[in-house]
Protein backbone atom coordinates (compact mmCIF):
# COMPACT_ATOMS: atom_id res chain seq x y z
CA UNK A 1 0.00 0.00 0.00
CA UNK A 2 1.40 3.24 -1.04
CA UNK A 3 1.71 6.35 1.23
CA UNK A 4 -1.23 8.02 -0.96
CA UNK A 5 -3.26 5.23 -0.84
CA UNK A 6 -2.99 5.03 3.10
CA UNK A 7 -3.56 8.64 3.73
CA UNK A 8 -6.93 8.62 1.66
CA UNK A 9 -7.79 5.47 4.01
CA UNK A 10 -7.15 7.62 6.79
CA UNK A 11 -9.02 10.60 5.74
CA UNK A 12 -11.97 8.20 4.47
CA UNK A 13 -12.15 7.22 8.02
CA UNK A 14 -13.09 10.47 8.90
CA UNK A 15 -16.09 11.01 5.81
CA UNK A 16 -18.82 11.20 8.69
CA UNK A 17 -17.31 14.38 10.16
CA UNK A 18 -16.44 15.68 7.11
CA UNK A 19 -19.67 15.82 5.86
CA UNK A 20 -20.88 17.21 8.96
CA UNK A 21 -18.25 19.64 8.82
CA UNK A 22 -19.32 20.95 5.20
CA UNK A 23 -22.51 20.87 6.18
CA UNK A 24 -21.42 23.65 9.35
CA UNK A 25 -19.71 25.48 6.92
CA UNK A 26 -22.67 25.36 4.20
CA UNK A 27 -24.84 26.64 6.95
CA UNK A 28 -22.35 29.47 7.74
CA UNK A 29 -21.51 30.58 4.18
CA UNK A 30 -25.50 31.06 3.44
CA UNK A 31 -26.11 32.86 6.85
CA UNK A 32 -23.18 35.34 5.83
CA UNK A 33 -24.46 35.58 2.79
CA UNK A 34 -27.78 36.36 3.29
CA UNK A 35 -26.29 39.09 6.11
CA UNK A 36 -24.17 40.97 3.60
CA UNK A 37 -27.42 41.30 1.29
CA UNK A 38 -29.48 42.85 3.88
CA UNK A 39 -26.82 44.76 5.15
CA UNK A 40 -25.52 48.09 4.02
CA UNK A 41 -22.30 47.64 1.85
CA UNK A 42 -20.38 50.38 2.89
CA UNK A 43 -19.90 49.23 6.72
CA UNK A 44 -16.72 47.73 7.69
CA UNK A 45 -19.18 44.29 8.23
CA UNK A 46 -19.92 44.28 4.76
CA UNK A 47 -15.94 43.49 4.56
CA UNK A 48 -15.34 41.20 7.31
CA UNK A 49 -18.10 39.41 5.80
CA UNK A 50 -16.41 38.99 2.16
CA UNK A 51 -13.57 38.09 4.26
CA UNK A 52 -15.16 35.48 5.60
CA UNK A 53 -16.99 34.43 2.35
CA UNK A 54 -13.26 33.70 0.95
CA UNK A 55 -12.40 31.50 4.07
CA UNK A 56 -15.71 29.60 4.03
CA UNK A 57 -15.01 29.12 0.71
CA UNK A 58 -11.45 27.96 0.83
CA UNK A 59 -12.40 25.59 3.37
CA UNK A 60 -15.48 24.15 1.89
CA UNK A 61 -13.51 23.38 -1.43
CA UNK A 62 -11.01 20.56 -0.25
CA UNK A 63 -13.64 19.27 2.33
CA UNK A 64 -15.90 18.65 -0.28
CA UNK A 65 -13.09 16.85 -2.22
CA UNK A 66 -12.44 14.78 0.86
CA UNK A 67 -16.34 14.10 0.50
CA UNK A 68 -16.17 13.55 -2.98
CA UNK A 69 -13.10 11.30 -3.26
CA UNK A 70 -14.13 9.01 -0.50
CA UNK A 71 -17.60 8.24 -2.17
CA UNK A 72 -16.15 7.81 -5.20
CA UNK A 73 -13.77 5.55 -3.86
CA UNK A 74 -16.43 3.81 -1.96
CA UNK A 75 -18.35 3.16 -5.05
CA UNK A 76 -15.60 1.63 -6.70
CA UNK A 77 -15.09 -0.56 -3.98
CA UNK A 78 -18.41 -2.03 -3.99
CA UNK A 79 -18.41 -2.69 -8.34
CA UNK A 80 -15.12 -4.48 -7.44
CA UNK A 81 -17.01 -6.91 -5.13
CA UNK A 82 -19.94 -7.26 -7.65
Do not use: H
Amino acid sequence: MSTRERFWDIVCDFRAQFRLLLFFLTTLLVLTVVTMLLGEQRTDAYVISLVTIALLLATIVPVSYCVWRCGTSENEFETDRE
